[in-house]
């Protein structure tokens, strides 16, 4: 009864198209395309913080040669500008996108929300098809967790498990 009350008092919800990023590699530079206009990452970092603001969330693809640096870094510009719902679905893919924002634990895999009793299930069948496992916590990510949804991924004993973003971190130093 809140949440409808709560709802009618905040209007309408509008949800803005999804913008559809794919992360490019020219065998030398990771740049994108978005609405049909390509970009350079650091063009990526600006235009992800307009889509921010108008509410847009994205879905990030990429062709089989594109490297991992390239994708991991696409995503976190996109972060970083203020999206806050980035989907990797690509489709027949084995990889698989775990985030988690700052703040309260919340998890998504692909872009979807999801619970820390659903993840585990989704793992324990992951543990046949051993995908490539993308993790993405935010600096800011609640410790446990972060924690929490690595014991999840220890658990099912994933052999492809990769942290997106600690180029960032290393680069910058102590």
Not at 25 to 40: P, T
Not at 60 to 69: I, N, T
Request: charged share 25%; hydrophobic share 40%; aromatic share 6%.
């Amino acid at each position: 009864m809140i949440a409808l009350l709560f709802g009618l008092l905040a209007g309408p919800m509008q949800t803005a198209e999804r913008v559809r990023v794919e992360v490019t590699w020219d065998g030398q530079d990771c740049g994108a395309s978005a609405d049909g206009e390509r970009l350079s990452m650091n063009d990526l970092e600006a235009r992800s913080a307009r889509w921010a603001r108008d509410g847009r969330a994205a879905s990030v693809f990429w062709a089989r040669d594109v490297p991992y640096r390239c994708i991991g870094g696409a995503i976190y510009l996109l972060q970083r500008g203020g999206v806050s719902e980035v989907a990797s679905d690509w489709p027949g893919t084995t990889q698989v996108s775990i985030t988690i924002p700052a703040g309260r634990c919340r998890i998504a895999v692909n872009g979807h929300p999801t619970t820390l009793a659903r993840l585990r299930k989704e793992a324990a069948k992951w543990k046949e098809t051993q995908p490539e496992v993308h993790f993405l916590p935010s600096p800011e990510a609640e410790y446990r967790c972060v924690d929490r949804v690595l014991q999840v991924l220890r658990d099912a004993s994933l052999t492809k498990l990769g942290f997106i973003g600690n180029e960032e971190a290393s680069e910058e130093g102590p």
